[in-house]
């Protein structure tokens, strides 16, 4: 580990006025750990709980897809050009 010393101190202030608390170093990692893990969980959880709420108030979000394959349909084919280009065997 980074830190070489069993114990870790934390507070502010003057090391005189005994403003800091003395922990265990594996305490320290273990309780900092759990509240990071906490605070992810907590934002998780709201971060859905919005979701939920926008799909709730404007309702699913519509696809465009429907619409462009109207629109494809509405155009005439690809094939259809080049088969106006070509000359027919009546022709001929």
């Known amino acids: 580990m980074l830190y070489k010393r069993p114990d870790f101190y934390q507070g502010q202030g003057d090391i005189d006025s005994h403003t800091y608390t003395k922990i265990n170093k ?6 900092m750990l759990f509240e990071s893990l906490g605070m992810i969980i907590f934002f998780a959880y709201f971060l859905c709980a919005t979701s939920a709420y926008c799909e709730a108030m404007h309702g699913p979000e519509e696809e465009e897809e429907p619409e462009v394959a109207a629109e494809e349909s509405k155009k005439p084919s690809s094939k259809a050009k080049t088969e106006s280009k070509k000359p027919s065997a009546a022709a001929e």
Do not use: L, P
């Open 26 to 31: 594996k305490n320290y990692i273990f309780f």
